[in-house]
């Protein structure tokens, strides 16, 4: 345990770790900001800051998880500071509280390996959560309230964060090709449930062409700084106006 620890903290990622963190940071709370900006067009109160320390932690602490193939120990030190960070700034709010401490207790509990989380099942619960822990009390943070209107403008960000970290998930998946290709397929049906415009089409060019990228690498893991930027990218793209 103490040489795990060692490894993990003297490694030579630190860099793509932080900048991978930084990328999913942005590509979780784009959507989201893009909502309240187009209903009320702006304000963020003081809570914002916190909600900024919660998605840094859990950035650090998904991207330590993938490079640790789910065995990463120093992973669950930002897991624990992002739910320290919730309990102090949303104890007033049970129900945002109890949102934002489930992606945390799952990333733990991932850990953890005869639960399995490195499965179809551990994506698609990651992919919800990231929906409605992250961006749904982004978008609460703005406007007070939670609506189904939200979760539905939300959906796309998890049909990407399935797609775009099922090479990571699935990696020792059987199945792993065929059910990328579906989730490619899922996130290009919920991409084109947004108004037709240009940027539609390229975030659909840059799906397929990581599903081809995939297809003719399937024996080399995926770098996941890469698939990350791709991902707030089709993300970006997507909820451009």
């Known amino acids: ?29 784009y959507a989201p900001f893009a909502y309240v900006v187009g209903i009320s067009g702006n304000h963020f109160d003081t809570n914002m800051g916190w909600l900024f320390i919660y998605e840094v932690c859990i950035g650090l602490s998904v991207t330590l998880i993938v490079y640790g193939h789910f065995k990463s120990l120093l992973s669950c030190l930002p897991s624990v500071l992002s739910m320290v960070t919730v309990l102090l700034a949303f104890n007033k709010l049970p129900i945002v509280m109890g949102l934002l401490l489930l992606l ?12 399995e989380f490195n499965s179809w099942y551990g994506l698609i619960t990651f992919g919800l959560l990231v929906a409605l822990s ?22 796309p ?29 899922n996130l290009i049906a919920f991409i084109f449930t947004r108004t037709l415009r240009w ?11 990581f599903w081809l990228l995939i297809l003719f690498n399937r024996h080399r893991r995926p770098s996941f700084i890469l698939f990350s930027l791709a991902q707030m990218l089709v993300i970006v793209l997507i909820y451009w106006s």
């Open 1 to 29: 345990m103490v040489n795990q620890l060692k490894d993990e903290l003297f490694t030579d990622r630190w860099k793509a770790i932080f900048a991978s963190a930084l990328i999913l940071l942005i590509a979780w709370s």
């Open 104 to 115: 945390p207790v799952f990333l733990l509990l991932s850990q953890t390996p005869w639960l």
């Open 134 to 155: 992250i961006g749904s009390v982004c978008a609460y943070n703005s406007l007070h309230f939670i609506s189904w209107e939200i979760v539905f403008f939300l959906l």
């Open 157 to 185: 960000v998890m049909a990407s964060c399935w797609y775009f970290m099922a090479p990571f998930f699935l990696e020792k998946q059987s199945l792993y090709f065929p059910i990328l290709t579906v989730l490619a397929l």
């Open 199 to 209: 940027q539609l089409f390229v975030a659909t060019f840059l799906v397929v062409s």
